[in-house]
């Protein structure tokens, strides 16, 4: 059972314009959403992350919209360069009363920003 | 900010051989640190939950006799594959949690490419 769906699979965008990708859960227990970015070889980089309190989160270009009521939220890039260009994955965890779970990743999207 | 280092970055090793991975948390304390495995083009999966100075907890269909782990100290875990065989090729990464520090903050090794001749 997949608990964090990710789409679409694969995504291409003209450089200055806006990437967005979307994940969906199922598991209510979730209550950090974050996002990585990563390149080939390497391990994944936390880009973003919101909690379900707030509906919206911005840092420079990347934001999160989360929508609690139908468990979803998605990342929107702003200006995307060819810099950009990854795959990237959302993730969901739960934290309950000081036991740490581990992240459950979406499968993942790989963005080309075309120049 | 929180740094991860995993070692070694890459590795060969032949069939029947144990490889051990290290995860050491360099500028704070974990008490918990998590190991997922990647193979190519696919997502991370959740291998298993390290608990330093305990049994780690592995998920599902994941065999603890042949993924050792182990958390000696606050900053260091370490994964062993014992008799490693072609099909445990693989990106091997792990993360670590702060104690007491930004909660819900996941921290990412550099990974480690295993491939098993």
């Known amino acids: 059972q997949q608990q964090v769906k990710q789409s679409p699979q694969s995504l291409i965008v003209q450089k200055g314009g806006i990437s967005i990708i979307n994940c969906a859960y199922e598991?209510?227990?979730?209550?950090?959403f974050p996002w990585y970015q990563q390149f080939p070889g390497k391990g994944p980089a936390l880009l973003i992350a919101?909690?379900?309190?707030?509906s919206e989160k911005k840092e420079g270009r990347f934001t999160i919209s989360f929508n609690k009521s139908a468990k979803q939220f998605s990342l929107h890039i702003m200006d995307s360069q060819p810099g950009d260009s990854a795959t990237y994955f959302c993730a969901a965890s739960s934290y309950s009363g000081g036991g740490a779970d581990g992240l459950t990743f979406g499968k993942g999207t790989h963005l080309i920003i075309q120049p | 900010g929180a740094v991860v280092s995993q070692h070694p970055s890459r590795v060969i090793c032949k069939s029947g051989t144990s490889v051990k991975i290290e995860c050491r948390s360099l500028d704070f304390q974990a008490t918990t640190m998590f190991w997922y495995r990647q193979f190519p083009k696919q997502s991370l999966m959740l291998m298993a939950t390290s608990n330093e100075g305990s049994k780690a907890t592995y998920e599902q269909g994941v065999e603890k006799d042949k993924f050792l782990i182990n958390h000696a100290s606050l900053t260091l875990s370490t994964l062993t594959v014992t008799s490693a065989h072609p099909e445990d090729s693989s990106f091997y990464i792990c993360?670590?949690?702060?104690?007491?520090?930004?909660?819900?903050?996941?921290?990412f090794g550099s990974g480690t490419r295993l491939t098993v001749v």
């Open positions: 919101i909690r379900p309190d707030v």
């Open positions: 993360s670590a949690r702060p104690v007491g520090g930004i909660p819900y903050g996941y921290t």
């Open positions: 598991n209510t227990a979730f209550d950090y």
